[in-house]
C-alpha cells in the first residue's frame, strides 16, 4: 500500500511552518509501513492531479497569492476532476482562500478563485482588526474531536450553501470573527485557516486525511494505531494556553465560548 501526497507551491506558499504538514503525512504513513512518495510542483510543473491522493497548498500573502492564482486557474479542471475522483485537498489560510469563489485584497481587483469551495473572501480594508491568535475548534468531521492552532488573517471568509464548516470556534475567530465557524469541507477538499503546522499538533485530523486519500485506491483502510503520546502532549499543552479543555463533551476554559 501506497500513498501519493503532491505539495503544490511549496516555495510561494508556505507560512507558519506550513511544510510541516507534508513531513507528518510521511511519518505517520512510514510508521504504519505505508509507503510515500511526495511530488513538490511549482509554478508552470507539469502534473497529473488525478494520479496524487493527497493534495497540499499552504499560506502565503497577498503578493504570493497573486502570483500562485494564475496558476492555480490554470489547473481547475485538473483539480476539480482529482477532487471528484476521490483526491483529498487540503489548503490552508492563503491557498483556502483561492480555492473559492473571489477573493478580494485590501488593495487591488479581485482575484477569482478556482471555485472548488463554496465561499467568498474579502478584506474589510486599512484600518480593520487581524483576526490572529490561538485558535481552538470543534471539528465536524466524526471521531477527529478538537482542533487546535494559529490563525492571522485579514481577510473574511463566508461560507455558501454547499460547503460546510469543518468546525465550530470555541476559542479565536474563525472564517470571519461572527458566526463561529471555521475552515470548509466540500467533498474530498478541506479548507482552514488554522497554521501552526496544523497537522502535528492535530494527529487524529491527519489520520482522518490519510484515511479518506487511501480510500480512493484501497477503500476503506484501517489504520493501526500510533504511539501519539508526545502530540498528545502537544495537544494538550495548546488547549491550556488559550484557556480551553476538552474533556467531554463540553468546552470549558476563560474565552471559550458556549456550546
Known amino acids: ?129 487581524r483576526l490572529i491568535g490561538n485558535i481552538a475548534i470543534e471539528c465536524s468531521l466524526p471521531g477527529v474531536g478538537a482542533l487546535v492552532g494559529f490563525e492571522n488573517h485579514g481577510g473574511v471568509t463566508d461560507l455558501g450553501a454547499g460547503a460546510t464548516p469543518l468546525g465550530r470556534v470555541r476559542v479565536g475567530y474563525g472564517n470571519n470573527g461572527e458566526d463561529k465557524t471555521e475552515g470548509a469541507m466540500q467533498g474530498t477538499i478541506f479548507g482552514t485557516y488554522l497554521h501552526g503546522p496544523l497537522l502535528p499538533k492535530n494527529p487524529s485530523f491527519a489520520d482522518a486525511l490519510i484515511g479518506l486519500a487511501l480510500r480512493r485506491r484501497f477503500g476503506e483502510v484501517r489504520l493501526a494505531p ?21 474533556p467531554t463533551d463540553r468546552w470549558r476554559g476563560r474565552g471559550a465560548a458556549s456550546s
Open 1 to 129: 500500500m501506497d500513498l501519493r501526497v503532491c505539495h503544490l507551491y511549496p516555495d510561494l506558499l508556505n507560512l507558519y511552518g506550513d511544510r510541516g504538514n507534508v513531513l507528518v503525512l510521511e511519518r505517520r504513513c512510514r510508521d504504519r509501513g505505508i509507503d510515500v512518495s511526495v511530488t513538490r510542483a511549482r509554478v508552470g510543473d507539469a502534473l497529473d492531479a488525478r494520479t496524487q491522493d493527497l493534495i497540499f497548498l499552504g499560506g502565503g500573502e497577498d503578493r504570493q497569492q497573486g502570483v500562485a492564482v494564475v496558476d492555480l486557474r490554470r489547473r481547475a479542471a485538473d483539480l476539480g476532476a482529482a477532487a471528484a475522483s476521490g483526491t483529498v485537498i487540503l489548503a490552508v489560510c492563503g491557498s483556502y482562500q483561492l480555492l473559492g469563489h473571489v477573493y478580494h485584497p485590501a488593495e487591488g481587483p479581485a482575484l477569482e478563485g478556482v471555485h472548488l469551495l463554496d465561499l467568498e473572501t474579502r478584506h474589510p480594508g486599512r484600518g480593520a482588526r
Open 226 to 246: 500510533l504511539d501519539d503520546d508526545v502530540e498528545s502532549a502537544a495537544r494538550r499543552a495548546a488547549l491550556a494556553r488559550i484557556g480551553a479543555s476538552y
